[in-house]
């Protein structure tokens, strides 16, 4: 199959001239250094420059970042270098290095060693461990140097590129090269080594417009690539995958394949040309200097080609080289979350790149797909059981095969013979395996009978990943944000099919059934019984089951899932470097969820007792999301979470004795509201002493008749300094002096003696009294503007009934009296006041009847003038005027002296 160059854009940033761009090996940073002088550091995971500096004013061709030494060394056409530390920007060194234009760097990969070369013709070799000093320098070049590089398989050895045709190899130590490799017609720009171990190469890139690959070894030219229309700058063989990267002055990047040599893709950003390329190991990013900014890509899939069969062995391919482990004969303990020590054997080398390796369902062949071809294997040995071309591959559960040969032919296989052919009258897109063959196409995914061919069902959906369960009465769909867990109904398929009734374009539409849509990016998936387990976009390892998604960690870097294994019930995953990770996933639990799915509740009782203790609540939760409360709240071993149950299913005896576990005032509050809605009174009452909802208890009180009770809340509250139900409590029960009392022990004299006029007047001279003198420490105008019976009794003219009525209120305290009694307070109460008091009352209510007649409507002219003795009034006790209110704080009042 053709390379799966997913191509995307990681950074796009418009600057001036980038003459070299580089990546730094361990932090998200690429560099550029620009013709105008400037050099820039860009964070590419964020898209944000994180520094930028001038160096000279002259173009900078040259800068490499020195990671061991957080260094960033820079060379220009002042023929200087220079030495910078990348977290502070100091300039830590200059020196002059060559008499003509600084063309390239070369870092040692291990040694504190420097390679520069020029337009002077000479390449020189710098040791700063001994303060910068020229160690070596190495002529024989006739024209600009134009790049040098170390070679990764003999540091000790370095090539060099030049507008005299040529590249030389040279040998540190050595002042002649070693040899030179001619074949280019014009002056060559670059020149880079093969980073695999496999193949002693070089790529070369020339004015001439052509790239030449060289085998340094036979010392001969292995391959000249054309295509381009300009001078070819920059080139590079990529880190990971099987291809080759040039650019030029034409503004293209071509892509080639490194094996076939055929041209994949061409890259146009219209920057204009091209001049740098650079690359970090074991990355598939590339960042690319143009004439009007940087670009980063990101190249294939990060994905590896790896798989694992139902025994827990697993194959991997690393470029080309396939090797072998077996999970299921690790001895040592196995923590969740850490690396696995593998024992790898290798089984050997492929003809092609695998792009992607697959078990059959049984596990005796292993396929291996890259480069537009597929190639079986048996897995035992890597013998060749049969290959062709194809653009994908998928396996059925009975062993068949599919292939998508291409845009309109999918074709079917069986013991490794074409058995057949789909019809099919739109462009396939992809295929997918499982229970039924799903082809991807014009817009929807279609899905079809593998024995006949049939086609069963067409879903208008846009399919990343298809997952079938094992039994194959479940399937997940993957899309570009979310996934969908449909059931497939065999019965109904065979009976539409049996009907022989033509079918429409959509297929059996009784097929499928919804049972949920999740919001969430799978990568990759796999089934368990009828839980769902996946990783998603977000780094975290999650299963579906039933409607509930439930968390099984959240991980550190991109994961794939390999498989699960019943034998060690453990879940494995791994990451783009094939580093294994395991985690424990009990198998029990898994059953007791699947029975429960298939409704199957006896078998699930009888898995329960091999659930494990610390599990019991998450497979509670999950019986309730399922509608069997009963069955969570005898499971669950979280007190909260049997609480709220009781609560639902109003089993109130459970849910008090969870409360008395938690003992939280919200859950008593919370009983107590469910347990007066049930009238459940004396539950409900307890709930509100332990939750100490005194409100609700002064309301619970007195609608009960509970006098006791009163007396104990208002007790309670006193000493709780919850004065308001305290006050409210005493005043329900008709005691005023306590009230008071209350009142006063609070510093509320006013209230206090407001309250004595209206329910105790035999108390009010000695609150007002109380009153006067707390007032009178602030004010002692506003404290003598207070009005004392006993001083002036002629301003309460009502005190004699007052008293009078208090004090038959005090023998007739009706707050004492039990409900028995109603017909009789209810009698007493329709007398006149003034019988119930006596002649003394009736005598005292003519009097003020007499003193006081009955109040007219004022005329206009009076209204005026009692509004006057109102003003004069306040401007006599110094009030402001436009607030009616006496203002005991009152700044004036305050300062005013007596």
């Given at each position: 199959m053709p390379l799966r160059l997913d191509i995307k854009r990681q950074l796009h940033s418009r600057s001036d001239r980038v003459k070299c761009v580089d990546m730094h090996n361990s932090e998200p940073w690429l560099l550029s250094a620009l013709y105008n002088g400037t050099v820039q550091i860009w964070n590419y995971e964020s898209t944000t420059m994180i520094k930028s500096f001038e160096v000279t004013e002259?173009?900078?061709?040259?800068?490499?970042?020195?990671?061991?030494?957080?260094?960033?060394?820079?060379?220009?056409?002042?023929?200087?270098?220079?030495?910078?530390?990348?977290?502070?920007?100091?300039?830590?060194?200059?020196?002059?290095?060559?008499?003509?234009?600084?063309?390239?760097?070369?870092?040692?990969?291990?040694?504190?060693?420097?390679?520069?070369?020029?337009?002077?013709?000479?390449?020189?070799?710098?040791?700063?461990?001994?303060?910068?000093?020229?160690?070596?320098?190495?002529?024989?070049?006739?024209?600009?140097?134009?790049?040098?590089?170390?070679?990764?398989?003999?540091?000790?050895?370095?090539?060099?590129?030049?507008?005299?045709?040529?590249?030389?190899?040279?040998?540190?130590?050595?002042?002649?090269?070693?040899?030179?490799?001619?074949?280019?017609?014009?002056?060559?720009?670059?020149?880079?080594?093969?980073?695999?171990?496999?193949?002693?190469?070089?790529?070369?890139?020339?004015?001439?417009?052509?790239?030449?690959?060289?085998?340094?070894?036979?010392?001969?030219?292995?391959?000249?690539?054309?295509g381009h229309t300009q001078n070819v700058c920059a080139v590079c063989f990529h880190p990971e995958l099987p291809i080759i990267l040039t650019g030029s002055e034409d503004g293209t990047v071509r892509v080639w394949h490194a094996n076939t040599y055929r041209q994949e893709n061409t890259l146009n950003y219209g920057l204009e040309r091209v001049w740098s390329m650079s690359y970090r190991p074991g990355s598939n990013n590339i960042v690319i200097g143009y004439d009007e900014g940087t670009i980063m890509i990101k190249l294939g899939r990060e994905e590896p080609a790896v798989s694992m069969d139902s025994s827990g062995k697993i194959v991997w391919s690393k470029h080309n080289e396939v090797q072998q482990a077996n999970l299921s004969k690790i001895s040592e303990e196995i923590k969740d979350g850490e690396s696995i020590s593998l024992s790898t054997k290798e089984l050997g080398s492929c003809e092609i790149y695998p792009q992607s390796l697959a078990h059959s369902p049984n596990g005796r062949f292993v396929v291996v797909c890259g480069d537009g071809e597929y190639i079986i294997h048996t897995a035992l040995n890597l013998r060749n059981k049969s290959f062709g071309q194809a653009l994908d591959f998928v396996w059925s559960p009975q062993g068949e095969y599919a292939i998508r040969e291409s845009y309109t032919k999918v074709k079917i296989f069986k013991n490794f013979k074409e058995r057949t052919q789909v019809k099919?009258?739109?462009?396939?897109?992809?295929?997918?395996?499982?229970?039924?063959?799903?082809?991807?196409?014009?817009?929807?995914?279609?899905?079809?009978?593998?024995?006949?061919?049939?086609?069963?069902?067409?879903?208008?959906?846009?399919?990343?990943?298809?997952?079938?369960?094992?039994?194959?009465?479940?399937?997940?769909?993957?899309?570009?944000?979310?996934?969908?867990?449909?059931?497939?109904?065999?019965?109904?398929?065979?009976?539409?099919?049996?009907?022989?009734?033509?079918l429409d374009d959509e297929g059996v539409e009784e097929a499928f059934d919804v049972d949920g849509e999740v919001e969430e990016n799978i990568k990759t998936g796999?089934?368990?019984?009828?839980?769902?387990?996946?990783?998603?976009?977000g780094n975290r390892l999650n299963y579906y089951v039933g409607g509930e998604i439930v968390t099984i960690s959240h991980l550190d870097r991109p994961m794939y899932l390999l498989g699960y294994l019943e034998s060690t019930e453990r879940l494995y995953l791994c990451d783009k470097d094939v580093i294994v990770v395991s985690y424990k996933l009990q198998q029990s639990v898994l059953e007791y969820q699947t029975a429960v799915m298939r409704g199957d509740l006896e078998q699930a009782d009888a898995l329960l007792e091999s659930v494990p203790v610390d599990n019991r609540t998450r497979v509670a939760h999950f019986l309730e999301k399922q509608g069997f409360k009963e069955q969570a709240l005898v499971v669950s071993l979280d007190s909260e979470h049997r609480f709220e149950l009781a609560l639902q299913l109003h089993r109130l005896d459970v849910a008090k004795e969870m409360a008395e576990k938690i003992d939280a005032a919200a859950k008593?509050?919370?009983?107590?509201?469910?347990?007066?809605?049930?009238?459940?009174?004396?539950?409900?009452?307890?709930?509100?002493?332990?939750?100490?909802?005194?409100?609700?208890?002064?309301?619970?009180?007195?609608?009960?008749?509970?006098?006791?009770?009163?007396?104990?809340?208002?007790?309670?509250?006193?000493?709780?300094?919850?004065?308001?139900?305290?006050?409210?409590?005493?005043?329900?029960?008709?005691?005023?002096?306590?009230?008071?009392?209350?009142?006063?022990?609070?510093?509320?004299?006013?209230?206090?003696?407001?309250?004595?006029?209206?329910?105790?007047?035999?108390?009010?001279?000695?609150?007002?009294?109380?009153?006067?003198?707390?007032?009178?420490?602030?004010?002692?105008?506003?404290?003598?503007?207070?009005?004392?019976?006993?001083?002036?009794?002629?301003?309460?003219p009502e005190m004699p009934v007052g008293l009078k009525a208090e004090q038959y209120a005090r023998e007739n305290n009706v707050s004492q009296k039990s409900a028995s009694n109603y017909s009789a307070v209810k009698a007493e109460r329709s007398q006149p006041l003034s019988e119930r008091l006596g002649g003394e009352g009736e005598a005292a209510t003519s009097e003020k009847a007499t003193e006081e007649p009955a109040a007219e409507e004022p005329a206009a002219g009076e209204e005026e003038e009692e509004d006057k003795e109102d003003l004069d009034l306040e401007d006599e006790l110094n009030l402001d005027g436009e607030d009616d209110d006496l203002d005991l704080d009152d700044e004036d009042l305050l300062n005013e002296d007596d």
């Amino acid at each position: 199959m053709p390379l799966r160059l997913d191509i995307k854009r990681q950074l796009h940033s418009r600057s001036d001239r980038v003459k070299c761009v580089d990546m730094h090996n361990s932090e998200p940073w690429l560099l550029s250094a620009l013709y105008n002088g400037t050099v820039q550091i860009w964070n590419y995971e964020s898209t944000t420059m994180i520094k930028s500096f001038e160096v000279t004013e002259l173009p900078v061709r040259a800068a490499k970042f020195v990671e061991r030494k957080n260094w960033v060394i820079t060379g220009s056409d002042d023929m200087l270098i220079r030495i910078f530390n990348y977290n502070t920007l100091e300039k830590l060194h200059t020196f002059e290095a060559h008499t003509d234009y600084i063309r390239s760097l070369a870092v040692h990969p291990t040694q504190p060693f420097l390679l520069s070369s020029s337009d002077d013709m000479s390449i020189k070799l710098w040791d700063w461990d001994k303060k910068w000093a020229l160690t070596q320098t190495f002529e024989g070049h006739s024209h600009y140097v134009m790049c040098v590089i170390f070679n990764p398989k003999d540091t000790n050895t370095f090539a060099s590129a030049s507008l005299d045709r040529s590249i030389k190899v040279w040998q540190i130590g050595a002042s002649a090269p070693n040899f030179t490799l001619e074949g280019h017609e014009k002056g060559v720009n670059i020149v880079d080594y093969f980073p695999g171990g496999e193949k002693p190469y070089l790529i070369s890139g020339a004015d001439d417009r052509l790239v030449k690959i060289w085998d340094y070894q036979n010392k001969t030219c292995v391959q000249t690539l054309d295509g381009h229309t300009q001078n070819v700058c920059a080139v590079c063989f990529h880190p990971e995958l099987p291809i080759i990267l040039t650019g030029s002055e034409d503004g293209t990047v071509r892509v080639w394949h490194a094996n076939t040599y055929r041209q994949e893709n061409t890259l146009n950003y219209g920057l204009e040309r091209v001049w740098s390329m650079s690359y970090r190991p074991g990355s598939n990013n590339i960042v690319i200097g143009y004439d009007e900014g940087t670009i980063m890509i990101k190249l294939g899939r990060e994905e590896p080609a790896v798989s694992m069969d139902s025994s827990g062995k697993i194959v991997w391919s690393k470029h080309n080289e396939v090797q072998q482990a077996n999970l299921s004969k690790i001895s040592e303990e196995i923590k969740d979350g850490e690396s696995i020590s593998l024992s790898t054997k290798e089984l050997g080398s492929c003809e092609i790149y695998p792009q992607s390796l697959a078990h059959s369902p049984n596990g005796r062949f292993v396929v291996v797909c890259g480069d537009g071809e597929y190639i079986i294997h048996t897995a035992l040995n890597l013998r060749n059981k049969s290959f062709g071309q194809a653009l994908d591959f998928v396996w059925s559960p009975q062993g068949e095969y599919a292939i998508r040969e291409s845009y309109t032919k999918v074709k079917i296989f069986k013991n490794f013979k074409e058995r057949t052919q789909v019809k099919i009258d739109y462009s396939a897109e992809g295929i997918f395996g499982g229970t039924l063959l799903g082809i991807k196409g014009a817009g929807s995914l279609n899905f079809y009978s593998w024995e006949t061919t049939d086609p069963i069902r067409r879903i208008d959906i846009e399919p990343n990943l298809v997952y079938w369960s094992v039994n194959g009465d479940r399937v997940a769909v993957g899309t570009d944000d979310s996934f969908f867990v449909l059931s497939y109904k065999p019965d109904a398929v065979a009976e539409a099919l049996a009907s022989g009734e033509p079918l429409d374009d959509e297929g059996v539409e009784e097929a499928f059934d919804v049972d949920g849509e999740v919001e969430e990016n799978i990568k990759t998936g796999q089934w368990v019984g009828d839980c769902f387990i996946y990783t998603n976009n977000g780094n975290r390892l999650n299963y579906y089951v039933g409607g509930e998604i439930v968390t099984i960690s959240h991980l550190d870097r991109p994961m794939y899932l390999l498989g699960y294994l019943e034998s060690t019930e453990r879940l494995y995953l791994c990451d783009k470097d094939v580093i294994v990770v395991s985690y424990k996933l009990q198998q029990s639990v898994l059953e007791y969820q699947t029975a429960v799915m298939r409704g199957d509740l006896e078998q699930a009782d009888a898995l329960l007792e091999s659930v494990p203790v610390d599990n019991r609540t998450r497979v509670a939760h999950f019986l309730e999301k399922q509608g069997f409360k009963e069955q969570a709240l005898v499971v669950s071993l979280d007190s909260e979470h049997r609480f709220e149950l009781a609560l639902q299913l109003h089993r109130l005896d459970v849910a008090k004795e969870m409360a008395e576990k938690i003992d939280a005032a919200a859950k008593w509050k919370q009983l107590g509201e469910v347990a007066m809605r049930q009238s459940k009174f004396d539950l409900a009452e307890d709930c509100m002493e332990h939750a100490k909802d005194y409100s609700g208890l002064l309301l619970l009180y007195t609608a009960g008749g509970k006098l006791n009770k009163m007396d104990q809340l208002a007790s309670t509250c006193k000493s709780e300094e919850k004065t308001n139900v305290a006050f409210i409590s005493l005043l329900l029960q008709g005691k005023v002096d306590d009230c008071i009392e209350l009142l006063c022990s609070t510093n509320r004299l006013a209230e206090a003696a407001l309250f004595a006029r209206s329910y105790c007047p035999s108390r009010v001279s000695e609150i007002v009294k109380l009153w006067k003198d707390e007032l009178s420490k602030t004010n002692n105008r506003a404290a003598s503007a207070l009005g004392d019976p006993e001083e002036y009794s002629n301003l309460f003219p009502e005190m004699p009934v007052g008293l009078k009525a208090e004090q038959y209120a005090r023998e007739n305290n009706v707050s004492q009296k039990s409900a028995s009694n109603y017909s009789a307070v209810k009698a007493e109460r329709s007398q006149p006041l003034s019988e119930r008091l006596g002649g003394e009352g009736e005598a005292a209510t003519s009097e003020k009847a007499t003193e006081e007649p009955a109040a007219e409507e004022p005329a206009a002219g009076e209204e005026e003038e009692e509004d006057k003795e109102d003003l004069d009034l306040e401007d006599e006790l110094n009030l402001d005027g436009e607030d009616d209110d006496l203002d005991l704080d009152d700044e004036d009042l305050l300062n005013e002296d007596d």
